[in-house]
């Protein structure tokens, strides 16, 4: 189900490709579809299509999708931490998780007004902020030692129907 979902993405930015996409624009710059579309112009330009070097070409495409979306996230946790007023962050693996939940959503603006002073108050106390800085600095140090694991298109075989598809759709005009 998930390569059909992949390729159906490449499907989409090989439509607006023709339809005008150019990676250089604001939505060719989009997560994703930027790196489709260098995908797609080093497909297309590769001398010698053989299956590895079809194989090597996807290969690297994923891999380099993969280092984007990291990326991303990394980004969005920074800017998440930064608003933290604005958010209540529960811990997913909490044993109390739908408690946690339950309690984020049903809190009083005093109650949050006063749990708002007690995040300030923390932020201030510098062994609060030590601590902090080193849950960040593992978080950061995890992130960059984070070695995704492919559970689709392990084989080969997978990643050639779906290049097939792509060289497939690339021949429509």
Same mark, same amino acid.
């Given at each position: ?9 490449? $499907? ?53 999708? $993969? ?10 946790? $920074? ?8 958010? #209540? ?16 959503? =049903? ?20 062994? =609060?902020?030590? #601590?902090? #800085? ?9 992130? #960059? ?5 492919? =559970?689709?298109?392990? =084989? ?18």
């Amino acid at each position: 189900m998930l390569c059909v979902v992949v390729f159906l993405f490449i $499907q989409e930015v090989i439509h607006l490709r023709r339809a005008g996409l150019k990676k250089d624009s604001q939505a060719g710059r989009a997560i994703g579809y930027r790196s489709t579309l260098e995908f797609l112009e080093r497909l297309e330009s590769l001398p010698s299509r053989t299956p590895q070097a079809l194989d090597d070409l996807f290969l690297d495409f994923l891999s380099g999708y $993969q280092a984007v979306m990291r990326q991303y996230a990394k980004r969005q946790w $920074q800017w998440f931490k930064k608003e933290i007023p604005l958010f #209540r962050w529960v811990n997913a693996a909490s044993p109390t998780l739908v408690e946690d939940v339950l309690h984020v959503l =049903t809190v009083s603006d005093e109650e949050k007004a006063r749990e708002d002073d007690e995040i300030r108050l923390r932020s201030l106390d510098p062994e =609060t902020v030590r #601590r902090e #800085r080193l849950e960040e600095s593992e978080l950061h140090s995890l992130l #960059r030692r984070y070695q995704p694991s492919r =559970t689709i298109f392990q =084989t080969q075989e997978a990643r050639a129907n779906l290049l097939h598809n792509v060289l497939g759709e690339l021949a429509k005009q």
